[in-house]
């Protein structure tokens, strides 16, 4: 199976400005979800409490939607918001060590005008990508159950659905991973199955279906970088396969 690479200048400005829009109320929606108690709980606790570097600062402590370029190529999907990153910030990636490795590199991929990341008014912009979570809500111990990241399934499909010209589904680790292989199923479209055995998540796996080609990359934590398990170059090289898939120039 392929993935069709397309021209990334086709499609009119107006369907921009539509996705736009939808996707602005969709994640008007998502920042009001309450839907799963233990991470409600622990969300609104984390923002109540704090950590004493951020002790003046108000904590967003709600679902973190998606952002980006809604005529994005490449879809990046994390598995969850930090504790005292996102969910402090409100914008996925945005005030945390996790998100000055990760937009570092997405700056030196022509994905990101700036590799700064600190708040949702700092003046970033993504091009042909847009990033997002399996799981909106900040987790306890960074690990949300199976029945949570089933209940947020549900957002991530709408997402994608009105991000239609995305090609490439680029998972930050093995969790993002395997949620996206139960989004590609729950989304549908030509050949939507279960695949059996389930294809293993490795940093630079990719699997290509029908729409989507899905690729992994190691998440860009602080445990991850520290150790060398995920270096510059190594996020860099998938980054280039990104564009490559998405049929986007280098
Ligand atoms: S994790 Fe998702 S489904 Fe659960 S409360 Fe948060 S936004 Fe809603």
């Known amino acids: 199976m392929t993935v069709e690479a397309r021209d990334a200048s086709d499609g009119p400005a107006g369907e921009r400005a539509t996705a736009a829009g939808e996707l602005a109320e969709l994640a008007e929606s998502v920042s009001n979800c309450r839907r799963c108690p233990r991470l409600v709980a622990w969300r609104e606790q984390v923002a109540r409490e704090r950590r ?9 402590g709600r679902p973190v939607p998606g952002f980006g370029d809604p005529a994005a190529r490449v879809l990046v ?9 996102a969910n402090r910030t409100g914008r996925m990636f945005t005030g945390d060590r996790s998100g000055d490795f990760l937009f570092a590199a997405l700056t030196r991929a022509g994905f990101a ?9 700092d003046g970033l912009s ?16 960074n690990r949300p159950t199976p029945q949570e990241r089933q ?13 239609g010209r995305v090609r490439v589904i ?9 949620a996206a292989l ?14 059996r055995p389930k294809p293993r998540f490795g940093h630079g796996e990719e699997l290509a279906g ?16 520290f150790t060398g398990r995920l270096t510059e170059s190594m996020i860099d090289a998938v980054l280039q396969r990104a564009r490559e898939l998405a049929g986007l120039g280098r």
């Open 52 to 60: 004493a570097a951020f002790a003046d600062e108000r904590y967003w």
């Open 77 to 85: 999907l994390g598995l969850a918001p930090a504790a005292h990153g």
């Open 113 to 121: 005008n700036q590799a700064s990341s600190v708040s949702p008014d």
């Open 126 to 141: 993504l091009r042909d990508l847009w990033i997002t979570a399996a799981v909106r809500c900040a987790p306890p111990a």
């Open 151 to 163: 209940q947020c399934l549900p957002w991530t499909v709408r997402e994608l659905a009105l991000l």
């Open 170 to 178: 680029l998972c930050l680790g093995g969790l993002a991973w395997d």
């Open 182 to 195: 139960r989004l590609l199923v729950a989304a549908g479209g030509p050949g939507a199955r279960t695949l």
């Open 210 to 225: 029908e729409s989507y080609a899905l690729l992994g990359c190691y998440h860009p934590s602080q445990q991850n970088t």
